[in-house]
């Protein structure tokens, strides 16, 4: 069973950055790839980024491209978020989650074997 741990959230201020982690531990982690997604109150939860975890090639939804940035340290079973740029609308809980599934849909929650228990992240106006 793998455990992730999501760290970093916090309150900034709208323009401001924040860098989350996500750390595995547990069995031997090598997982496929490894998300970050987030939830806003009252809205269904969506992806944000993912990483290849092999080679470290990223997927970004477009609400967040140019401002976000995904990456990996496969020594440390961890990866991260660097948020920057922030605004209002990213105010939600994130979530990384591990998975095992080959594919190119990196929305489908079902195929994340794993999820961290989130971090909450809010953006002050």
């Known amino acids: 069973q793998v455990q992730l741990v999501e760290s970093g959230g916090g309150l900034v201020q709208a323009g401001g950055s924040l860098r989350l982690s996500c750390a595995a531990s547990?069995?031997?982690?090598?997982?496929?790839?490894m998300g970050w997604f987030r939830q806003a109150p009252g809205k269904e939860r969506e992806l944000v980024a993912g990483i290849y975890w092999s080679n470290g090639n990223a997927y970004y939804e477009n609400s967040v491209k140019g401002r976000f940035t995904i990456s990996r340290d496969n020594a440390k079973n961890t990866v991260y978020l660097q948020m920057n740029s922030l605004n209002a609308d990213d105010t939600a809980v994130y979530y990384c989650a591990a998975r095992s599934a080959v594919g190119t849909n990196w929305r489908r929650e079902d195929e994340y074997d794993s999820w961290g228990q989130g971090t909450q992240v809010t953006v002050s106006s």
């Open positions: 547990g069995r031997t982690f090598s997982p496929w790839g």
